[in-house]
């Protein structure tokens, strides 16, 4: 018998906008209580891992706000050999992961296509397929993400940034174009991936109205994950310009009532308790639970690459994803959840699409 689906709080435009607004500490508390319960109804306990692996820094692209944007001199570019993927991969599976996410800057080239396809088909295969791999390398043509989809990739990541293509404009050179990127969230889906965006939340110029409607575009475009984050300037972006003096409590605030208001309205999709809110209050990640994330997403990339994966200023390069786990697994405790090893972490929103649905898109 088909199980029902959790029970969703019909939450209005007009509610959310007023709930991502400035409101009083009381009724922030109750929105992540509200939310913590949501979440534990719906994914319980558990708190799926994701380690990720910077593949490369390198990137075609020059987004306004990203520190390893194009036209930034001061990077220096790397690209990981296959190898130190690899051994990242393994050893990442020995300590209980089964899900790895490869990110990098977007690349096109013939070349970085291939190296991405090997690298999908050689993790599956030295894992017995027991390794989910998620991939976070941008826009590409279909032909390109129906490639690595056959090489067993399982998951897309491609944040939208915003759901709003006036804002989009204003973070974008004029050939970075929003509406491309919707439809290569379509063709990830028709596809068969299980597929995540997001976005960057208190971006300059960035409504309450403009973050209800991305949180309504999240739910509408039927995402499995949801991995966003807090915008952070890194002082050699054009838009750190306009980034303003918003203190970091308040970027963090946003950060967690955007997690919030999304577990409300996606009860069963995966939230990341992404890095972004780790580099605003040693507690961020927590506190990302604690608001109603239930996916962490520890950094495997080895010390020296990760330094130069730099796309906000003040992200934490300490972290390792092997030696921290213990002290991971502590502090995910002392919130009263427990991280999990061993499993997929696929979101119960996938799970039921699967099974239930024949999986086609909705459009937005
Ligand atoms: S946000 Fe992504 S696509 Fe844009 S410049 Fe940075 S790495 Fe490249």
Redesign the pocket.
Known sequence: MKPDPAPERPLSREAIRELLGPIPPERVELLFAEARQVKRQTCGRKIFLRGIVELSNC?????F??G???SNPDVARYRMEEEEVIAAARASFRRGYRSILLQS??EKTPQAVDRVERLTGRIKTETDGRMRIVLSL?EQEPETYRRWRAAGADLYLLRIETSSPRLYRSLHPRNHLHQRRLECLHTLRELGYQVGSGMLIGLPGQTPGDLADDALFLKEIDVDMIGMGPYIPHPRTPLARQAGKVSPAERLLRGLKMIAVCRILMPEVNIAATTALGTLDPAGRELGLAAGANVVMPNLTPPDYRREYN?YQGKPLEEDGILGLESLHRRIAAGGDELVLDEWGDSLHFRRRIRYSNGKLKRP
């Open positions: 990137c075609e692209k020059d987004c706000y990203c390893i944007r194009r800057g977007e941008g796309l």
